[in-house]
């Protein structure tokens, strides 16, 4: 399983980014996944998380009403949509495949990761 991100970017504040996540390997409309953040000095935290249905998503307090997760399984594609960004927001971003929920705790797979992209959102 191969995953692999694009989109990130310098962007002011207020802006808006769409980050992508490819998936291959295997069948990506059966797994459920994530978008995960790691800051400097910081741990990786999830952000937010969409079941294999596309159903239900599930975001974190910081971006809940800024960022929209999506899916494409016809395309193998997860999106991150993300829009009145805050320098704050500034990470390396990294796209989860397979992971569990407990409630709505996305809990990643320890393996499918993707490589990150840089999102900087100057002030």
């Known amino acids: 399983v191969q995953l692999v991100e694009s989109g990130g970017g310098l962007v002011q504040a207020g802006g808006s980014l769409r980050l992508s996540c490819v998936v291959s390997?295997?069948?990506?409309?059966?797994?459920?996944m994530g978008w995960f953040r790691q800051a400097p000095g910081k741990e990786r935290n999830v952000i937010a998380s969409?079941?294999?249905?596309?159903?239900?998503?599930f975001y974190s307090d910081s971006v809940k009403g800024r960022f929209t997760i999506s899916r494409d399984n016809a395309g193998d594609t997860l999106y991150l949509q993300m829009n009145s960004l805050k320098p704050e927001d500034t990470a390396v971003y990294s796209c989860?495949?397979?992971?569990?929920?407990?409630?709505?705790?996305?809990?990643?797979?320890?393996?499918?990761w993707g490589q990150g992209t840089q999102v900087t959102v100057s002030a």
């Open positions: 989860n495949a397979g992971g569990t929920y407990i409630g709505s705790t996305y809990r990643p797979h320890r393996t499918y």
């Open positions: 390997g295997r069948t990506f409309g059966s797994v459920n």
């Open positions: 969409i079941s294999a249905n596309g159903y239900h998503t």
